[in-house]
């Protein structure tokens, strides 16, 4: 009987571990991660406050723009930061990173998404204006302004 009940909790905690979502984690070019450490080190002397990324894909390169928040906003994309599974490393740290991606093609309401063929007009869409530290970079890792 011992046995079987070892068995079961071995099952659950192997099911669980398996279930769970993974963190995928973004390593930038060292260039531009020892720009954004700098930049997000004076942002986060404001208490209170948080930072989160987007990156944005163009066929120049990459962008990447620094924005603040706190847990008392109720907005889309907050919703989106605490459930995202993506992460920059940053020094020694993580922050929530984005995809320019999520904005067009995310649903910010599970509910609000049609029926299949017959999706657009009724998807629920959300424009974003990201502001904040923009830093543009080329696919070689090299910043360009």
Not at 9 to 27: P, S, W
Not at 28 to 33: A, Q, R, T
Not at 129 to 136: A, D, L, T
Request: proline share 3%; charged share 25%; hydrophobic share 45%.
């Amino acid at each position: 009987m011992v046995r079987v009940y070892m068995f079961f909790i071995l099952l659950v905690l192997f099911i669980t571990k398996n279930v769970c979502a993974q963190e995928i984690l973004y390593v930038l070019p060292d260039e531009v991660e020892k720009a954004l450490d700098k930049h997000i080190s004076a942002m986060l002397k404001n208490k209170g406050q948080k930072v989160y990324l987007t990156l944005n894909n163009a066929d120049d390169g990459y962008s990447i723009t620094v924005s603040n928040y706190s847990d008392k906003e109720n907005k889309v994309p907050i919703e989106w930061i605490n459930y995202t599974t993506r992460y920059a490393l940053i020094n020694a740290s993580k922050y929530p990173i984005l995809l320019d991606t999520d904005y067009m093609f995310g649903a910010p309401d599970p509910k609000a998404i049609g029926m299949f063929g017959k999706r657009e007009g009724w998807v629920r869409r959300v424009l974003v204006i990201n502001e904040g530290f923009v830093i543009k970079f080329n696919k070689k890792g090299e910043i360009i302004n």
